[in-house]
């Protein structure tokens, strides 16, 4: 049994639904008053030709000694009722020193508009129940409780179709080449008017686009624009300019069809 369950083990005498949660092979049941927070949970879209999947993405809070540790989970959806339980972490055999958080990531998949009964149990033990609500623009999960979780978001905007977003980092020597980069991506692209909320690889406000996951050392500049052009067009347009600038100009960019300039 992992350890990280028996932690949660405050015996301290409440019963939660009026028994007693029995944990598996510890021994003797204990009663379960409060839970601190283990996983944290993140809504994000994934993108593929003509598709788009809603995903979870798990992370357990401490820090394991492996950075290849991963969460072992189950899903399951029986029509409007949606389940994740948490089973426990797994360590590979070829364990990559260093601290970092076990992962996983949960594809919930392409559902339908309208709401769903979302549960989220940890081993089948600690259980919250909550409502996953999905709009033609937006995700939006309620939970009842939150035993043991973190929400990262609890709305996630849905990207518009053709849309490209990344960023170009530079060098202080590269600079002019960056913005001569950035105005050849924004002439073959347009505008995009984007509502204010958390697009799960950006957020938005009326006045700034934030990206996410940019290491915190690069100077760069953000690009979330419309894109219908070709694909090819524009990759071969990028590798020209990291053919002749190397590292020193670092380009990354994917678009809703799922591509990775």
């Known amino acids: 049994m992992m350890k990280w369950i028996t932690r949660w083990g405050l015996v301290i005498g409440v019963i939660l639904a ?4 029995e944990i598996g092979k510890v021994g003797d049941p204990i009663l379960i008053a409060d839970v601190e927070e283990e996983f944290t949970v993140e809504l994000q879209e994934k993108f593929s030709p003509g598709k788009r999947e809603l995903i979870l993405k798990l992370a357990t809070v401490k820090q394991q000694d492996c950075s290849n540790y991963q969460i072992r989970y189950q899903w399951l959806q029986r029509l409007k009722q949606l389940q994740l339980s948490i089973r426990d972490l797994v ?10 958080p076990a992962l996983a990531t949960v594809i919930a998949g392409n559902l339908s508009a309208g709401d769903y009964e979302l549960t989220i149990d940890l081993q089948q033990t600690v259980v919250n129940e909550g ?10 999960i309620k939970m009842n409780t939150e035993y043991g979780l973190s929400f990262l978001n609890r709305e996630l905007r849905q990207i518009p179709n053709e849309t490209i977003w990344g960023y170009i980092a530079y060098s202080p020597a590269k600079l002019n080449a960056a913005r001569e980069l950035r105005e050849a ?13 958390d697009y799960g690889y950006f957020s938005a406000s009326a006045s700034n686009i934030s990206l996410k996951g940019v290491p915190g050392n690069l100077t760069y500049f ?8 070709q694909g090819d067009e524009l990759a071969a347009l990028i590798g020209n ?16 069809n799922g591509r990775i300039y």
């Open 18 to 21: 009026g028994s007693a949660c």
């Open 91 to 100: 360590r590979t055999s070829d364990c990559q020193p260093g601290p970092a």
């Open 131 to 140: 409502i996953l609500t999905i709009t033609p623009e937006l995700y939006r």
């Open 185 to 197: 991506l924004q002439k073959q692209t347009q505008g995009l008017a984007l509502r204010s909320g």
């Open 222 to 229: 953000p690009l979330v624009r419309r894109f219908t052009g």
């Open 241 to 256: 300019f990291r053919d002749i600038h190397g590292a020193e100009l670092q380009v990354v960019m994917q678009d809703t």
